[in-house]
């Protein structure tokens, strides 16, 4: 009988959201709530439900994606204060609004527990786990209990650069080390940004040490070669690198309107506050002049815009929960009779943005596991799967994204196309300046290594797909031109071998990232 498992995989990610002074805090408040929001109601949670399930002996595993940019973001002192201080302004706004709502028990019922998250969510971070998440997720893995995927640097849409592997395998590496930094040791997995996959990059990250990878479906049905066990299994490459398929039925299971998290009984996420009370009942929150952004004070579910009953959520959060694990249960059985394999396996994604989007999402995924418990599948991750994988067919995988309809064409719009031309000359002068300059030091160093890090920062998909979906474009514009300008002004300096260095020490303080940085990755492979 093959054995069949269940993989659950959760991708964190964040734009390099960091503002280091109060006028910038209080101009991209909206933006910087975001990547607190996830702080406060995906990591920490995850870090709370792994303790409750340790506790009562249920077996769980699952797979994690932690980017760079996410890594350097959490383990910043200013980011981490900032944090701290923006709990403080929402314990508050916590105050103010027990107060206003006293008198109706519904919705002071749900103030209450707002606020005792709000404290909670302080203490933990503060003094439970001295503002260092990544030790803990760390330590999670050293238990067995997660498994961590390296990845880019940023999250570059990878195929754009198929025609200059210089930058493929600078970003590759400079993600390499990065977890190497974070973590203290090497992961066996690669997380490709946007599931972005394109003949020939299996190739780099098989040269980086890689063992496998995770596609998009796609990349396996619509091979020229025909998959003998679907996406239930993996394959191999001609690299050769192990390549595992995403679940496609995740994508609805998740899908914020149609699927699980669509519930009507569930927290509806457009009713907050910070968009219903008059300005001066959202102190201090939010300040004075300030553009309105959710706050986490959110009163009705998606029923008519009924008060939200936490009860009524949690028994639908258990029975989800339950229906997810049997219909997965199922799909596998299915599976496991059509294979001849020592195997089968679904890999589930799930990205900490729609986590954060869902109220209940680490109630239902503690569920998922609680109930898993007793299923017919066990829970596990791909590095243990592809050792115990044998007799692996070798496919050529086909062209495919997780963006868009699969190829990634979001990133090229009307709307956002004029940005591939900066990107792509910036990558030609690096290249070339990564040759011409192999052996400098000094200011001339510094000078390069914040040009990659400046390019590296430009290459993100979040600028493109914030433009082409009309959030935050402005700002993602603004970051885009910015990094790129700073790239063009150090290519300038280089060829009339000027450097301001007020200039230089200015935009290294704006982005602390990657100091480790040697620019000579970008240099030509003999």
């Known amino acids: 009988m093959n054995k069949k498992n269940l993989v659950l995989l959760i991708e964190a990610n964040s734009p390099y959201f960091r503002h280091i002074d109060e006028e910038g805090m209080k101009k991209n408040g909206a933006l910087v709530s975001c990547l607190f929001d996830s702080i406060s109601n995906v990591y920490l949670p995850l870090l709370s439900m792994c303790e409750r399930l340790e506790k009562d002996n249920i077996p769980f595993k699952f797979m994690m994606v932690i980017t760079p940019v996410l890594c350097t973001l959490l383990k910043d002192d200013k980011v981490q204060d900032q944090y701290i201080q923006w709990l403080e302004n929402k314990s508050e706004l916590a105050k103010k609004e027990i107060e206003r709502v006293c008198q109706n028990a519904e919705l002071l019922k749900i103030a209450e527990n707002q606020a005792e998250k709000i404290t909670k969510a302080r203490d933990d971070f503060e003094n439970k786990y001295s503002k260092d998440l990544l030790s803990q997720f760390a330590q999670l893995q050293r238990s067995g209990h997660v498994e961590f995927l390296g990845t880019c640097a940023t999250d570059a849409y990878l195929p754009h650069y198929i025609n200059t592997p210089e930058i493929i395998s ?314 790129i300008s700073s790239f063009t002004t150090v290519f300038d300096s280089l060829g009339s071998n000027v450097v301001s260095t007020e200039w230089l020490t200015e935009v290294e303080a704006l982005h602390p990232i990657f100091p480790w940085m040697n620019y000579r990755i970008f240099s030509k492979k003999k």
């Open 170 to 483: 600078a970003q590759i590496e400079t993600g390499l080390h990065s977890f190497k930094e974070f973590f203290a040791e090497l992961p066996d997995g690669f997380w490709l940004p946007e599931s972005a996959y394109v003949p020939g990059l299996e190739k780099v990250i098989r040269s980086y040490g890689y063992n496998y990878t995770v596609l998009d479906p796609r990349a396996f049905l619509f091979s020229k070669d025909f998959v003998d066990n679907g996406t239930f299994y993996p394959v191999k490459t001609q690299s050769p690198l192990i390549a595992f398929a995403k679940d496609q039925s995740s994508v609805i299971d998740f899908n914020l309107e149609k699927g699980y998290p669509s519930s009507p009984v569930y927290r509806n996420e457009n009713r907050d506050i910070g968009f219903e009370l008059d300005q001066n009942a959202l102190l201090p929150f939010i300040s004075e002049n300030q553009s309105r952004f959710a706050t986490g004070f959110k009163y009705f579910s998606k029923e008519n815009d009924s008060v939200y009953n936490m009860e009524k959520a949690r028994a639908q959060v258990i029975a989800d929960a339950k229906a997810f694990v049997e219909k997965h249960a199922e799909i596998l059985k299915k599976a496991e009779a059509c294979s001849d394999c020592s195997f089968v396996s679904q890999i589930i994604h799930v990205s900490s943005k729609t986590l954060r989007k869902w109220h209940e999402s680490i109630d239902f995924l503690e569920n998922v596991f609680r109930f898993g418990a007793e299923a017919d599948f066990e829970f596990t991750c791909c590095g243990v799967l592809s050792k115990k994988a044998d007799n692996l067919q070798e496919i050529n995988p086909y062209q495919s994204s997780s963006l868009g309809t699969g190829y990634g064409e979001v990133l090229l719009t009307g709307k956002n196309a004029w940005m591939m031309r900066y990107l792509q000359k910036a990558c030609e002068r690096i290249v070339d300046l990564a040759d011409r300059f192999p052996t400098d030091t000094g200011l001339k160093a510094r000078l390069l290594n914040l040009g990659v890090k400046e390019l590296m920062l430009a290459q993100s998909t979040a600028w493109g797909r914030m433009i082409d979906e009309g959030v935050y474009a402005e700002y993602a514009r603004k970051v885009f031109s910015d990094c």
